[in-house]
């Protein structure tokens, strides 16, 4: 099936990403619409869709001008809907979608937000998951508890291990210093942290990554872990307690 995946860097941090399916072209989230347009004129593509994943307005500003230029459809949290741009379609987790000429599976992660999900594409083992599941990290609970952000990673964390996971910010540098905190002795988690100096270095995004190497070395995936726990003095405390101290530790990095 012809597909292809575009990463566009926007404002500071942001990523916005284009998907080229069969049967069209869709957006996950607006951060900014010059950014956008460039891209899709280098390669000489319409837009039909835009999918948005929450209503923060890193991912939601480019939204009208995107829409006043190429007619697209606007796709996003029916919880947020009061916050976010006029929308044409209104989802909630496990609606099923086909964008784009591919399937999508909505997900509900709020966390981040009350409403935030995320979007599943099977056909192009994909998952788009913005401020919640990120690279080595998590979105901050600006609005969610603990307890919802823990849950909503355990869904994702339930996708086929070889799924790619693509977040909204280049935090990956960041959060890698922090999971050393965590899980210092992982030789695992040294040779990643060496990989993504080296793609920082050479400009290279580092926002998307495979699920089974999230499960290997996002310490907000891995609250299960002995030595985790027994770093944090939590050996006999639930996965979601330990998950909340780390997401704590994580705030006051």
Not at 102 to 125: K, N, Q, S
Not at 131 to 144: I, P
Not at 156 to 183: C, Q, R
Request: negative net charge; contains cysteine.
């Amino acid at each position: 099936m012809p597909m292809e995946i575009v990463t566009v860097p926007c404002l500071d941090d942001n990523y916005a990403y284009l998907v080229k399916g069969p049967d069209g072209v869709c957006l996950i989230d607006a951060p900014d619409a010059p950014p956008i347009e460039a891209a899709l004129d280098a390669r000489g593509w319409g837009l039909d869709t835009i999918l948005v994943t929450h209503h923060h307005w890193d991912h939601v500003d480019g939204i009208e001008p995107l829409r006043a230029r190429y007619g697209c459809r606007v796709i996003g949290p029916a919880a947020e809907a009061d916050k976010i741009p006029p929308m044409d379609q209104a989802v909630r987790g496990e609606d099923s979608l086909q964008v784009a000429g591919l399937a999508v599976r909505v997900i509900d992660v709020p966390g981040h937000t009350l409403g935030h999900v995320a979007f599943y594409m099977p056909e192009a083992e994909a998952v788009f998951t913005a401020d919640s599941l990120m690279a080595l990290g998590c979105g901050r609970l600006f609005e969610g508890t603990p307890a919802m952000m823990w849950d909503s990673l355990q869904r994702l964390a339930a996708l086929p291990p070889e799924t790619i996971v693509y977040s909204g910010h280049e935090y990956t540098t960041s959060n890698a210093k922090f999971a050393l905190t965590i899980e210092p002795d992982s030789a695992t988690l040294k040779s990643r942290v060496d990989a993504i100096a080296k793609a920082r270095t050479e400009g290279r995004p580092t926002a998307a990554c495979m699920l089974s190497e999230e499960l290997a070395t996002n310490p907000f995936l891995r609250p299960h872990v002995p030595a985790i726990r027994a770093g944090l003095g939590m050996t006999k405390a639930t996965d979601a307690e330990v998950f909340a101290e780390i997401r704590a530790r994580k705030d006051r990095f």
